[in-house]
């Protein structure tokens, strides 16, 4: 089945705070995660990806964590900014040359000053 | 940055007609691909295109939807005849080499079918 969960649909935290960001997923043969964000106005662009032979990988503040065996991966914001106010998609995708994209339904973040 | 720029960003058009959605992707990417995003739903992959070819499309592309890029030019999604379900906003993206890296997406065109 390919489908892949977010949650959660929307977060507000404090600036500062570190913003925390959900995603499962059920076909086992995924094997590329990217987190895309799309601000007000503007087209999703992809903020950071992982592949599965990692379980964590850093971008700056932009952190994820990943567990192959739950097939469940998170975004951590840390020290979240009001510029990071965006709503942000995971997805996933499997082996080939295709490049097709499941994506989640999105998380709204807002970051309050 | 590399940017793919969308043509029309709204076309409303009545049940029935005919639509073409435009697409001009970065200049030097090999691989095209369209995602339709119905209203608080997630964004769906339809179809991708490499080599003047549709390599794999989903259930959602029915038989009325094809896609082109004649002679490098505009990647374009056709929709003959129309549907009241057609109604969603189509992304355009495009990659180098579409092994699951980095998409670069337009900001959408917004289809209203009447």
């Known amino acids: 089945q390919q489908q892949v969960r977010q949650s959660p649909q929307s977060l507000t935290v404090w600036e500062g705070e570190t913003a925390i960001l959900n995603c499962s997923y059920e076909?086992?043969?995924?094997?590329?995660f990217p987190w895309y964000h799309q601000f007000p106005g503007e087209s999703p662009a992809l903020l950071i990806a992982?592949?599965?032979?990692?379980n964590k990988k850093e971008d700056g503040r932009f952190t994820i964590f990943f567990n192959k065996r739950e097939k469940k991966f998170s975004l951590h914001i840390a020290d979240s900014q009001p510029g990071d106010s965006a709503t942000y998609f995971c997805a996933a995708s499997g082996p080939g040359n295709t490049g097709k994209l499941i994506f989640g339904l999105g998380t709204t973040l807002q970051v309050q000053p | 940055g590399p940017k793919v720029l969308q043509i029309p960003s709204h076309q409303i058009i009545d049940m029935g007609q005919m639509v073409t959605l435009n697409c001009d992707p970065v200049?030097?990417?090999?691989?095209f691909y369209w995602y339709k995003q119905i209203l608080g739903q997630q964004m769906e992959f339809l179809v991708n295109?490499?080599?003047?070819?549709?390599?794999?499309k989903s259930k959602l592309f029915k038989d009325q939807f094809s896609v082109e890029r004649p002679d490098g030019s505009y990647f374009t999604l056709k929709i003959q005849p129309t549907a009241l379900e057609d109604s969603a906003v189509y992304f355009c993206?495009?990659?180098?080499?579409?092994?699951?890296?980095?998409?670069?997406f337009g900001h959408g065109t917004k289809l209203s079918v009447l």
């Open positions: 200049s030097n990417h090999l691989y």
């Open positions: 992982i592949r599965p032979v990692s």
């Open positions: 076909d086992s043969t995924f094997d590329y």
């Open positions: 993206a495009s990659s180098f080499t579409g092994a699951n890296e980095r998409l670069f």
């Open positions: 295109f490499y080599n003047g070819k549709v390599m794999e």
